[in-house]
């Protein structure tokens, strides 16, 4: 019985003691930052059109990840609707694979694959509604200062029936954070 009564107390003390004692915990500043993320840069595009009962919204965020000062491979999602008023409204989703080169810190050279869903829907019955997949191939080169870039890409894949785009070369502004 005192063996009992012994070892009840001593459970208790050590519950005790562990409950009563501070738990160590470490902050996300004690603990080593992942290699990784220190070399991924984020970036985007916003684009707003208005006119005479048109609009045109994108959004097309983006990461790329820094190899060292002169390559980096990356990828973007991007998402743009289109209307016009009485005519037709149509979405596009895609996605891209993009891969940078910095020659000279200046240079930006950049080569982009970008594959797009389009669905457009037309307010008239005369014209059928239509959805397909389109390719687009940008070779790119943009003078870059600090985190920002500007320049021309031109789409190699261009087809003046198909793309979501006016036209084969398009100007581009990269904002990096």
Not at 116 to 121: A, D, G, I
Not at 152 to 170: Q, T, W
Request: net charge negative; glycine share 8%.
């Amino acid at each position: 019985m005192k063996i009992c009564k012994h070892l009840k107390f001593k459970y208790l003390l050590i519950l005790s003691l562990c409950a009563a004692s501070p738990f160590q915990s470490f902050s996300q500043d004690d603990a080593p930052e992942n290699e990784f993320w220190k070399h991924v840069r984020f970036n985007g595009a916003i684009g707003l059109s208005f006119g005479d009962g048109f609009f045109s919204g994108t959004l097309a965020p983006g990461a790329i990840y820094q190899f060292n000062e002169d390559f980096g491979l990356g990828m973007r999602v991007n998402g743009t609707y289109n209307k016009l008023k009485n005519s037709y409204d149509s979405t596009v989703l895609g996605a891209s694979v993009i891969s940078i080169f910095n020659p000279i810190y200046e240079l930006q050279a950049s080569v982009e694959f970008e594959y797009s869903n389009v669905n457009q829907k037309f307010s008239d019955s005369a014209f059928q509604d239509l959805s397909y997949w389109v390719p687009a191939l940008f070779i790119g080169l943009g003078y870059r200062t600090n985190n920002i870039v500007f320049g021309l890409r031109y789409d190699v894949l261009y087809n003046e029936n198909k793309s979501v785009y006016a036209n084969p070369i398009s100007p581009f502004i990269t904002v990096f954070f």
